[in-house]
């Protein structure tokens, strides 16, 4: 059996981890939590020179995207926060994933809250989550969607949790599959 995905996409200081938490809290299910900004911590802090740099942040979600797809496969529920804001990265996805078992949730916020939270958190580069706001949300299909501009992450991961049950078929991911990956056949389990 084929665990469930709840893919969360949106730009960084959305409020992805935020709703992650609180769908653990929600859910009857076991899921795991599987951010990619752990991925990245796991990395070692040594300076990584310019020109280096893409490949090795490339080869870092390409490696997450394989270990989401193995809990998956393994039958485990995940969810995951993701930043979509390269093409590729949503691609790899769709080659990966049962795309029956994806429930790809859109998760935006307002410019302004996005760059407030960005300068509370002192974490981010200033600007990252403006420089993702087009590219993230640019396939444009989605299972549900939550705005955490007015919302709390409890409202959204309630929200989440009662849409699970009776969400439609064809998911979202199948649509986005038969759209950008028309190479792949339907995962059958």
């Known amino acids: 059996m084929y665990g469930r995905i709840i893919f969360l996409n949106g730009t960084s200081s959305a ?7 609180e769908l653990l ?15 990245h911590a796991m990395r070692s802090r040594r ?4 020109d280096r740099l893409p490949d090795v942040l490339r080869r870092t979600w390409r490696g997450f995207h394989r270990a989401v797809a193995g809990m998956a496969e393994a039958g485990n ?4 926060d ?3 804001s390269e093409e590729w990265r949503l691609l790899d996805c769709l080659g990966l994933f049962d795309a029956r078992e994806v429930v790809l949730v859109g998760v935006r916020c307002s410019p302004e809250e996005t760059q407030r939270r960005e300068r509370a958190r002192g974490d981010r580069p200033a600007g990252l989550a403006a420089r993702q706001f087009d590219r993230v949300h640019a396939h444009g299909l989605y299972d ?3 705005d955490t501009t007015t919302a ?10 009662a849409f699970l049950p009776r969400r439609p078929l064809p998911t979202a991911f199948e649509k986005l599959r038969a759209r ?3 190479d792949l056949r339907a995962v059958v389990r």
């Open 47 to 50: 300076e990584i020179d310019a």
């Open 15 to 21: 409020g992805k981890s935020s709703i992650a938490r």
């Open 77 to 80: 529920n995940v969810v995951v």
């Open 180 to 182: 950008l990956r028309p």
């Open 82 to 84: 993701h930043v979509l």
């Open 25 to 39: 809290q929600v859910l009857d299910e076991p899921y795991f939590h599987m951010p990619v900004d752990s991925f």
């Open 152 to 161: 709390t992450a409890e409202d959204c991961a309630r929200r989440i949790g």
């Open 144 to 146: 549900i969607e939550c």
